[in-house]
């Protein structure tokens, strides 16, 4: 079994910063693509950024230049530095990775995700 564990989600100020992180762990063989996605309330769940194991990075329009993602491949790790929060940024925020399991087969796997307040 596989798990993604998210943590760093708090109440902030507009205008703050905070650093999010998720943790995968389990009968993982390799780490594809890990990516960072939120659900405002009565909103569909949107992408917020992704990162390919080779450490190339996308992003919506509505994050770039504030929001940076990374990974540490060797902790199986990936982080969400948030800069210049808004309220209407206001979610939970949610981890997702492609993940090779030892049987060579790919899988997506979810974390329960962190809430994100921001107070204006």
């Known amino acids: 079994q596989v798990q993604l564990v998210e943590s760093g989600g708090a109440l902030v100020q507009a205008g703050g910063s905070l650093r999010l992180s998720c943790v995968a762990s389990g009968s993982i063989f390799r780490i594809n693509a890990m990516g960072w996605y939120r659900q405002a309330p009565g909103k569909q769940r949107e992408l917020v950024a992704t990162i390919t194991s080779g450490g190339n990075t996308n992003y919506a329009d509505f994050v770039k230049g504030r929001f940076t993602i990374s990974r540490d491949n060797a902790k199986n790790t990936v982080y969400l530095q948030m800069n210049s929060l808004k309220p209407e940024e206001t979610a939970v925020y949610y981890c997702?990775?492609?993940?090779?399991?030892?049987?060579?087969?790919?899988?997506?796997?979810w974390g329960q995700g962190t809430q994100v307040t921001v107070s204006s």
């Open positions: 997702n990775g492609n993940i090779v399991l030892f049987n060579r087969k790919e899988y997506s796997y």
